[in-house]
Structures are given as C-alpha cells and as structure tokens.
C-alpha cells in the first residue's frame, strides 16, 4: 500500500494542443529508479531525462538522457551544495526540458541529491512556461533523520510546482518480514509506485479505460493537497477488499473524511469485471466518509489478476508531513527570505572581490 499527494493546479495552457508534450525527469538516486521503471512503461510521457551528482544512478538509464552534476569528493553533500553545484548546469536541465508543456520532476525526498535539486529542476521548468509536477517519494519512518530535508524540500517542491505527488515510502510495503533486504524493500516499494504511476498515466489504450491528463489535473489537482494510497488484493471480494485498504492507508497520512476531489484507478487483469469497477468506484465516496465527494476513475487491464486499486485523493488541510518541517509550522503564513540559500564548495575567498 502506498500513498501519494498531489497540490493545487487547474492549467488551461496545459490543454491548448490536443496532444500536451509532456516531460519527466528522474532526480537523484530514488527518482532515477523510479523514472527508468516508468519509461518502460506506456506513459504519456514523450521524454525522460535524469540528473544526479553520482554517476552510478545512471547505470540503468541512456546516457544521452543523463545529466551529471560535478561534486566535490571530499565534502558531504548537502541539499543547499547540490542546489549551489546544479547552477553550472542549469543551461544543460533547460534544454532538456525545453518545449516541454508538463514536466514531472521524480525525486526521493531526504537525501542531499533529490531533496536539493528537484524544487530547483521544477523551477527551471517552469521558467518556461510548463506545468511542473513533482512526485516525492517521503522517507520510511526508520529513516528519522532524514525527515527534516524531506519535509523543507517538500515544501519547497510545493512552492517551485503546480502539483506535488507525494509517494510514502512506508505505506508502500505490504509487510516486511525481519529478514528483508534494504534492496528488497526499495524493490517492492518501487514496483507499488510505478503500478500506480503507470496506471495514473496510462497512454489511451483499446482495452483499458484511460484518465487522461486533463481529468487527472482538473480533479485532483485543483486544490491544495492529495494523496494517492495504494492497496492491492488477490481475494475473492479483491475489489472490496483493496478499496479498504486503500482508505487505511490514506488514513495513515490524512484524515480521508476531508477529502474533496478523488482520482481512483484500477489495475487489474481481464478478470477484473464490470461490478468491480463499480463497486469501488460507488463506495470510494461512502467509504471514506467524505459527502459529497467528486470520483473519476481509470481502468488498467494489462496487470495481474491481484487488483491494484491506486486512490489518489485532494483536499486536505494537513497530513502527516506537516511534522516533518517544523520551522514552516512555527512560520505559519510567513515567508522566510530563503530563496537564496545555494551553498558553493569553495569557502568565501573563492568569491571575486566585488569592484
Ligand atoms: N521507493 C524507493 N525509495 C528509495 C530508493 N532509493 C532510495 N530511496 C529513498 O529515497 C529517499 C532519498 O534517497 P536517495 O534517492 O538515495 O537520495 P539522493 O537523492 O540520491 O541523495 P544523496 O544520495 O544523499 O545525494 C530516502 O528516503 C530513501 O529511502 C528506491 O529505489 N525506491
Ligand atoms: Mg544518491
């Protein structure tokens, strides 16, 4: 089970041509990953490219698509570094997202890479003009320490975007058993992630019932925060079962009764039928207590025949990341004057003298 979250937006640029050319980009060793497995996928995304500070994320993806940014060997990174060392190629992340209308920016919050550089990717993008879109993966909770960087960078993201999918790594994890890897871990979380994502995005396809850009942005992301949870079930009642599990996990990060908008799809195999559609899609409302509640819905035949019913949902007006950045609670509505803050790996008397 999984969750996402997504933020504001209503875009009528974004619908001036029939076909939005849409961009993505993996930032930094979880969005690298996570991209690369998307691009395999039939997306509607024409173009992926990939920005990291280490070169080993780029084992998986084409190196023409990929973007390095230098970085000193002898210094840890921090998010405000990557952001200062991502100044010299910001020409480089321009054209890769030039003419591009839509551009996700995928990073895994936390780290020094993704947290630093996707706010700063999403605002070259939008510099031009395009709708940016981030999609956060948050830390698992085991990870306390990275926390604080995942939540200003979060916040960050929210501010440099039109819409933030947050994916939660935690509710990603059906149940882990003591002898997991940490690569087992990141294995099922990123296959729960690129189902939903790939389901979310899904091309129109003859079989299936695909949700479009257009409904995708205009019901979810048109007010403030969202939140995608994701549940599956191989059960003889799967649709009921995966619909509640959905619900719990949204739970776990929102309180499920405000939510206003929803965006729920299913991934199933040709097994899934009709009533089960149905069912999920008439008890969403019921089942998450919100009255009133607007659903769209999608339907992606080319999974298996365990339902995946991935539930992204909007209008809340806080979640459980709202502890992660203490400094924006103690701020409230007021701005801190931060926009600024790009750190360089030389000391101060690399700076030239100013005449
Ligand atoms: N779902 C998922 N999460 C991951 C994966 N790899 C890392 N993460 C998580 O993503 C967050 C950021 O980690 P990374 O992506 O490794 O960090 P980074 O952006 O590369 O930053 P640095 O390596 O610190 O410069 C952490 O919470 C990790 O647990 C992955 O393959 N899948
Ligand atoms: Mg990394």
């Known amino acids: 089970m999984f969750i996402l979250g997504v933020i504001?937006?209503?875009?009528?640029?974004?619908?001036?041509?029939?076909?939005?050319?849409?961009?993505?980009?993996?930032?930094?060793?979880?969005?690298?990953?996570?991209a690369s497995l998307l691009s395999r996928k039939p997306v509607l995304v024409d173009r992926f490219s990939y920005?990291?500070?280490?070169?080993?994320?780029?084992?998986?993806?084409?190196?023409?698509?990929?973007?390095?940014?230098?970085?000193?060997?002898?210094?840890?990174?921090?998010?405000?570094?990557v952001r200062g060392l991502a100044l010299g190629s910001r020409a480089k992340i321009a054209d890769a997202l030039r003419g591009a209308k839509v551009v996700f920016v995928i990073a895994g919050l936390g780290g020094a890479t993704g947290s630093g550089l996707a706010p700063f990717v999403s605002s070259v993008a939008r510099e031009f003009g395009a709708v940016a879109v981030g999609v956060a993966i948050m830390p698992f909770?085991?990870?306390?320490?990275?926390?604080?960087?995942?939540?200003?960078?979060?916040?960050?993201?929210r501010s440099s975007s039109?819409?933030?999918?947050?994916?939660?790594?935690?509710?990603?994890?059906?149940?882990?058993s003591e002898d997991t890897t940490l690569a087992d871990l990141y294995d099922t979380a990123n296959k729960a992630a690129v189902k939903a994502l790939g389901s979310l995005l899904m091309k129109a396809d003859e079989g299936s019932k695909a949700l479009g850009l257009n409904k995708l942005f205009g019901t979810v992301f048109q007010d403030g925060y969202a939140l995608l949870s994701?549940?599956?079930?191989?059960?003889?009642?799967?649709?009921?079962?995966?619909?509640?599990?959905?619900?719990?996990?949204?739970?776990?990060?929102?309180?499920?009764?405000e939510a206003t908008h929803a965006v729920v799809s299913l991934n199933g195999d040709s097994s899934l039928s009709a009533p089960e559609v149905g069912l999920v899609v008439d008890r969403l409302a019921s089942s998450t207590g919100s009255d009133g509640l607007d659903v769209e819905y999608g339907v992606?035949?080319?999974?298996?025949?365990?339902?995946?019913?991935?539930?992204?949902?909007?209008?809340?007006?806080?979640?459980?990341?709202?502890?992660?950045?203490?400094?924006?609670?103690?701020?409230g509505d007021r701005v801190l004057d931060d926009d600024m803050d790009f750190a360089l790996p030389e000391g101060l008397e690399a700076l030239q003298p100013c005449d």
């Open 51 to 81: 920005v990291s500070c280490d070169e080993g994320d780029f084992s998986t993806v084409d190196p023409k698509d990929a973007i390095l940014i230098e970085s000193p060997v002898d210094q840890k990174l921090t998010p405000a570094l």
């Open 162 to 176: 039109r819409g933030v999918l947050v994916v939660d790594n935690e509710t990603l994890l059906r149940s882990s």
């Open 141 to 157: 909770e085991f990870e306390k320490k990275t926390k604080f960087y995942a939540g200003v960078s979060l916040r960050r993201l």
């Open 8 to 34: 504001k937006v209503c875009a009528p640029e974004l619908f001036v041509d029939k076909i939005p050319r849409v961009a993505a980009v993996g930032v930094g060793s979880a969005g690298i990953k996570i």
């Open 300 to 331: 992606d035949y080319t999974g298996s025949a365990q339902l995946q019913v991935s539930l992204l949902a909007s209008g809340f007006s806080s979640s459980k990341y709202d502890d992660y950045d203490p400094l924006a609670k103690v701020l």
């Open 230 to 257: 994701v549940s599956s079930s191989g059960t003889v009642e799967k649709a009921e079962d995966a619909l509640a599990g959905a619900v719990v996990s949204l739970g776990k990060l929102a309180d499920p009764k």
